[in-house]
DNA sequence: TTCGCTTTTAACAAAATTGTTAGTCTTATT
DNA sequence: AATAAGACTAACAATTTTGTTAAAAGCGAA
């Protein structure tokens, strides 16, 4: 049975693999299953065999990713024990670098999965106690420090879709981005830890005490 | 010629105004001819008589999009001789408007021209001299200003990512924004308000002296 | 009206793409 | 070795999709 299984998900590994890549550059509509099969380097009739259809093969990846959303999420929270600024500036970071490992993820979500309606559903149900609950943490010690005079009472919500909108996007238009701004700051890493950076100091700079 | 040009504008012009929306919902690859030409009114054949190719015609889209990106980069400079703080604010609200106004043009431009390094590079050429030289125009100010005590010394360049993520992101991410985050303050529109006015804050918070 | 030009249609052709199926090969177990 | 189960292949089928073409219709100018 295990080297029945190896031989098994040797193949559907190596289909999902290279499924993962063609619908990632191409889209569900673009991508074609010969390809895939192709770059698996099997025939296009095991696909089938393995995962039906083009669809049910889509879904797979897609439910794959979504999970990874929660669970960056819920990382990017950091030890409770740590100074309210200093978990926010690793949490940025975190979440920066996890885009940075993923970054066709951003794009692959907002195209692929925004577009049906049904997967935003899914992916709303999992996502939103989650989110609600950090949250609702987060601002409980916000409200707290700056009770204390310790920093400004921001709105963590906001702050939530600042730090999202600022580490995302610049992957997501990456060619545009770097090629008409972020080439003047050196190469594209250079450009990115300079982001990174950056991003940090936006986001503490909101919560800072004048 | 005056009527038979308005003839011929006007199944052409149905034809663009169709495949506009047929190419921004479900991209180049999902986009079908015939879905154009039912949704245009006409025989599919039509669609080819006038524009040759699928191709062509996405072609003709695109070059459309492409250069309201100059215009309202340029637009948004604004009146040189506001103070600095306005000029920005201003400026932030009126991209901020043009994304509002054009909510799938972020996507479209991410998903379908960025995928393709040709029109990259177009893009590119016709952005990068124009965001340069407004840049430039801004650092300048901007330094003329910290000189004299009025504004801290920020990066013109990495504020303009800032201002363009900040705007941007939550439109295209809007399904799962909205959804987890943004319903808690009411529906969409108002949202949006507060979105715009959390984006000015930020930026300005950035220039801001302490 | 007739001529010539552009627009439009219907039918067709070619290629691509997803999916199926019948049968073969491999391999572990008995 | 025989067998059974799963893995695999090659060929085929059905549909979809882009694009063509020959002929008809519309229309202004001579």
């Known amino acids: 049975m295990d080297k029945a299984q190896n031989h098994l998900q040797d193949t559907e590994t190596r289909i999902l693999q290279a499924a993962e890549k063609e619908f990632f550059e191409k889209g569900y509509a673009g991508a074609r299953t010969a390809s895939i099969a192709e770059a698996a380097g099997v025939t296009h009739a095991m696909l089938h065999y393995y995962f039906r259809t083009k669809d049910k093969l889509f879904e797979r990846i897609v439910s794959g990713k979504i999970n990874m959303l929660a669970d960056i999420?819920?990382?990017?929270?950091?030890?409770?024990?740590?100074?309210?600024?200093?978990?926010?500036?690793?949490?940025?970071?975190?979440?920066?670098?996890?885009?940075?490992?993923?970054r066709d993820l951003p794009r692959f979500i907002v195209n692929e999965v925004l577009s049906r309606p049904e997967q935003v559903d899914a992916m709303n149900r999992n996502v939103q106690s989650i989110v609600?609950?950090?949250?609702?943490?987060?601002?409980q010690e916000i409200d707290e420090y700056a009770a204390k005079g310790l920093c400004r009472r921001v709105d963590a919500r906001m702050l939530l879709i600042d730090i999202v909108s600022l580490n995302v996007f610049p992957f997501m238009a990456a060619p545009i981005v770097y090629g008409a701004i972020g080439s003047a700051y050196g190469d594209y890493e250079e450009f990115l830890a300079?982001?990174?950076?950056?991003?940090?100091?936006?986001?503490?700079?909101?919560?800072?005490?004048?």
């Not at 609600?132 to 601002?139: A, G, P």
């Open 132 to 139: 609600n609950e950090v949250l609702d943490n987060l601002q």
């Open 194 to 210: 300079r982001r990174k950076r950056e991003n940090v100091k936006t986001i503490l700079e909101k919560l800072k005490i004048n």
């Open 73 to 102: 999420l819920l990382s990017a929270v950091g030890d409770a024990n740590l100074p309210l600024e200093e978990r926010i500036r690793q949490g940025i970071e975190r979440h920066f670098d996890f885009i940075s490992a993923n």
